[in-house]
């Protein structure tokens, strides 16, 4: 479970518990069951992170609700969308293992996370990863419920496919942005679980694989 979960829950039993004394024990049951959702709610359960080398997995548990090219910052990319609303595990992945050479947050709006706008006008977190000759951009975008975006992680750390770096909290949506020739396995419609989840297949880019993977990306996005 994320921390968050049990400081949550310790303040609703701790609610329950002073309601149950000035009010009524029956008065006590509301934040009991808040309590109860948060520690829920804050859950991180294990999962089996697929080895199969170029596999990009979901960042995280939801809906897909788009596949297909997109033109940003003068580049085409294939962008992948997962919606999460407020049932789904909140906990964020990295697709793929490799260096993170940019990190990028950027304040705005809270609106729906599944408007067509969302993706650049609410309050998001743009991460771009570089590893075994592979470049991907995931963001994190805040929905109408989320009000913070956790990123964990920092320029020049070293992360493993499917390992955590951080959350968005109370509903929101992440975007994945690869190379336009990457194999598809998932479609509109499909419900996706992070870190072991594969939504496409990436072939190495031989200009990465040259350089190396530290090299910087810094503008873009």
Do not use: C
């Amino acid at each position: 479970m994320v921390r968050d979960g049990y400081y949550y829950g310790a303040v609703f039993v701790a609610a329950s518990l002073i309601v149950a004394w000035l009010a009524a024990p029956l008065w006590a049951g509301l934040p009991l069951l808040l309590a109860a959702f948060f520690l829920w709610f804050f859950r991180d359960p294990e999962r089996q992170i697929p080895q199969t080398a170029g596999a990009v997995v979901s960042p995280a548990d939801g809906l897909v609700t788009h596949v297909g090219p997109i033109e940003q910052g003068g580049t085409s990319w294939l962008r992948i969308s997962i919606f999460l609303n407020v049932f789904n595990v909140h906990v964020n992945r990295s697709p793929i293992a490799g260096v993170i050479t940019n990190v990028n947050y950027r304040e705005g709006k809270f609106q729906n996370a599944m408007g067509a706008g969302s993706a650049d006008e609410n309050e998001h977190n743009i991460v771009t990863v570089e590893g075994e000759g592979q470049r991907l951009v995931f963001k994190q975008i805040a929905g109408l419920l989320a009000r913070r975006i956790v990123f964990t992680k920092n320029v020049g750390d070293r992360v493993s496919r499917g390992e955590r770096v951080g959350m968005i909290k109370f509903g929101s949506r992440t975007d994945v942005l690869m190379n336009v020739s990457a194999a598809v396995q998932v479609k509109v419609g499909d419900h996706v679980k992070g870190g072991s989840s594969v939504l496409a297949y990436l072939h190495a880019e031989p200009q990465l694989a040259a350089v190396g993977s530290t090299r910087s990306t810094q503008g873009a996005i």
